[in-house]
């Protein structure tokens, strides 16, 4: 068995009917290169070979009534893959409205915790194309986040895909076993025996951290404060209810505004949100006077030796949504973004994970229920969360279909009902927006402006589209 993290399991505790969170992804493949051609049951069987030699897709929850620590993951012994794999038809003409109003009511769903916590959704009738005659189809991904960051994520998304289409499948590979509640609750009550000693560990670290960040802040060179983000309409309290919308760029385009600026893409990305931000609550006459703040997710994969499938930590970024030159506006984002940086280098990689390793299963629950009921909700930790994940620059193929697009869709949080996650992958920038209707139910009309917000830029670079 392999324990959760107390990062892991916090995904799980703060979970709730209208705070879902699991990790999700759209995939619009061409089946035209399906060695022997497309069907479902093909496909099915592919992913049955794929999933045979990747244990955490056959991983569930276990637990115990007596365990003082987090769950475990153990091998679904009754594993069905039917449970896990579905198939849907998109109503006529199946265009990206037609798939994202189907995104949209997929991801609003929780995932069931009696089996591996994840789904995938075969969407057929995109473009009215059949897809057993060569057309498109899209597939969406849902994982829950307890088992996976985006960097995991995207590794899992990686051993579906190859480089050829017809690379045959790896040999099968072991599961994570199994453990009955006595077992569960002897590891639990060593874990929780040693937390006094753990403590005395962390405690030093974020005294140090503290002491470093006041002095970033005495000198000006520490990252946005939290709850310094100006309140707007999509900082509220989410409901059940999720729509999504997606946007391509060429990644090329983009490394000419970075080239021309010397900044990097993820300033370039950053700045990109910040336009169809400053537009979208302009045209409502809600744009506040002071910037938006963006929370990064961060990963430390490379830098943490703590068990678990998220290893993250995370930084504020100012969006500088208050100034009106897109060229000023990039560049302020670019020296915003290195201070974040450079402060986010001094705090230790793993403060985050040993913090949520302390903390007790009842505290994450109570914590965000009271912030859920709680007044400050009118004074947001940050405004909405931005994430930009490199990913490969080459052609791949999922089970056999190539891989035209990958929109990437992370959770939400009451406070925070705005997530924009970019993936780059094979010369595109795919970026995948996800909230809640209740909030933004125009979410399409901010989504639209990005290619707007790209050919400013290049403007500003001097610099023509592809």
């Not at 992913?47 to 276990?62: M, Q, S, T, V, Y």
């Not at 951290?209 to 309409?233: D, E, I, Q, S, Y």
């Not at 490379?302 to 100034?323: A, V, Y």
């Not at 302020?332 to 299963?361: M, Y």
Request: some cysteine.
């Amino acid at each position: 068995m392999e324990r959760l993290s107390g990062l892991d399991a916090s995904f799980l505790y703060i979970e709730s009917p209208t705070q879902p969170l699991h990790v999700c992804s759209i995939l619009e493949l061409d089946t035209s290169t399906v060695p022997g051609g497309y069907t479902f049951d093909r496909l099915r069987d592919e992913l049955a070979l794929r999933i045979a030699a990747i244990p955490e897709f056959r991983a569930k929850l276990a637990d115990s009534q007596l365990n003082l620590d987090y769950p475990v993951w153990v091998e679904d012994d009754a594993f069905d893959l039917d449970r896990h794999l579905l198939r849907i038809g998109l109503p006529s003409p199946g265009g990206r409205r037609e798939l994202v109003e189907i995104c949209g009511h997929i991801a609003t769903a929780p995932l069931e915790r009696d089996r591996p916590l994840w789904e995938m959704w075969v969407i057929e009738g995109v473009c009215d194309t059949d897809p057993c005659a060569g057309g498109v189809l899209a597939v969406m991904t849902k994982i829950h986040h307890a088992a996976v960051d985006g960097v995991s994520g995207a590794n899992l998304f990686s051993q579906l895909c190859t480089v050829e289409p017809d690379v045959p499948a790896p040999e099968p590979v072991a599961g994570a076993g199994s453990a009955g509640p006595l077992q569960i609750a002897a590891g639990g009550l060593m874990r929780f025996a040693v937390r006094p000693w753990q403590l005395a560990s962390v405690l030093p670290t974020t005294v140090a951290t503290v002491v470093k960040t006041l002095g970033r802040a005495w000198g000006g060179t520490h990252m946005a404060a939290p709850f310094a983000g100006p309140p707007t309409r999509f900082n509220a309290s989410v409901t059940a209810d999720r729509n999504v919308a997606l946007a391509q760029l060429d990644l090329d385009d983009i490394k000419k505004v970075k080239d021309r600026f010397n900044v990097t893409v993820n300033d370039v990305v950053m700045a990109l949100c910040a336009s169809v931000l400053r537009w979208f609550l302009s045209d409502h006459g809600e744009l506040p006077g002071r910037s938006l703040v963006a929370m990064v997710p961060v990963s430390v994969h490379e830098k943490s030796d703590r068990p678990g499938h998220n290893q993250l930590s995370g930084m504020f970024c100012s969006l500088e949504t208050h100034i009106g030159d897109p060229a000023d506006r990039l560049r302020a984002i670019a020296r915003a973004d290195a201070a974040a940086k450079n402060h986010s280098s001094v705090i230790s990689p793993t403060l985050l994970q040993d913090w949520a390793q302390l903390a007790a299963r009842a505290v994450f629950g109570s914590v965000f229920r009271l912030v859920a009921d709680s007044p400050l909700i009118g004074h947001p930790v940050h405004n909405l969360i931005v994430s930009n994940v490199p990913g490969p620059q080459a052609q791949l193929y999922f089970l056999g279909c190539e891989v035209e697009a990958m929109y990437p869709l992370g959770p939400l949080f009451h406070g925070c009902g705005l997530n924009v996650t970019a993936m780059s992958l094979n010369g595109k920038l795919n970026v995948g927006v996800i909230s809640c209707p209740d909030l933004l139910p125009d979410l399409w009309r901010l989504v639209d402006d990005f290619d707007a917000a790209l050919e400013e830029l290049l403007e500003c670079a001097g610099a023509t589209r592809i």
